[in-house]
């Protein structure tokens, strides 16, 4: 069946830098592909969402690009804050309607 | 403006009780989505509702009833809790089901000892 992986599943960075996080996914007729950040005790909030007519979307300091081809995308996030700490998911919305979320990566920005 | 709203947010069961979880949404949206998420998996789908009237099974759905009550409401029941249904349950609601946002409740923490 249809799944999304994501990497790493942990990323500590130093504030001020950047940090990435990757996804795969399986279903090439894909065509839309949100990320959600999850902070402690609360539900995923939706923060940059792409389609697939688009190569890269940005918002401020984050940005997500698309390879169609290699069916991959992925998150930038530049100049990192603290308040960045929390758990990050992508997704991919797969031909049957439905949403796969991937694993979650938990990234921690170091004062 | 609550968005999605889950109750209870705590609740610990016995083996084999049964419970509802409810949620409620105030954005007018047709679609509605139950989610468990345990460590390491992400978010998997129990059931859907794409619009009011219908539900269908998600990737996980053993276990489970669900209830579209109204446009704004979709229920879900477990009507024999085993403790494998440990777990933390969102409920999360859309304007249409696919490439669309989805809006997340702050989730239902649930122990079954």
């Known amino acids: 069946g249809e799944n999304v992986e994501q990497h790493p599943s942990t990323l500590s960075v130093q504030e001020g830098d950047s940090a990435v996080i990757k996804c795969t996914y399986s279903d090439s007729a894909s065509n839309y592909f949100p990320w959600y950040k999850q902070e402690l005790g609360k539900g995923p909030q939706l923060i940059i969402d792409?389609?697939?007519?688009?190569g890269e979307k940005k918002d401020q300091r984050i940005a997500v690009t698309l390879n169609k081809t290699a069916k991959h995308f992925s998150l930038h996030i530049t100049e990192t804050q603290p308040e960045d700490s929390a758990v990050y998911f992508c997704?991919?919305?797969?031909?049957?309607?439905?949403?796969?979320f991937g694993p979650g990566t938990s990234l921690s920005v170091i004062p | 403006n609550a968005g999605v709203t889950q109750t209870p947010k705590f609740q610990v069961l016995k083996t084999g009780q049964s419970m509802t979880l409810q949620c409620a949404q105030d954005m007018n949206h047709n679609s509605m989505y139950w989610y468990r998420q345990d460590p390491g998996m992400g978010l998997r789908l129990i059931y859907y509702?794409?619009?009011?009237?219908?539900?269908d099974k998600g990737e996980v759905p053993n276990g489970y009833n669900v209830s579209r009550l109204n446009k704004r409401e979709f229920s879900l029941r477990l009507e024999s809790a085993a403790p494998s249904q440990t777990s933390v349950y969102f409920c999360a609601s859309s304007w249409v089901l696919g490439n669309q946002p989805q809006h997340f409740g702050d989730g239902t923490r649930l122990s079954i000892l």
């Open positions: 997704a991919a919305k797969t031909s049957y309607d439905k949403v796969i």
């Open positions: 792409i389609r697939s007519n688009v």
């Open positions: 509702s794409a619009s009011e009237g219908t539900t």
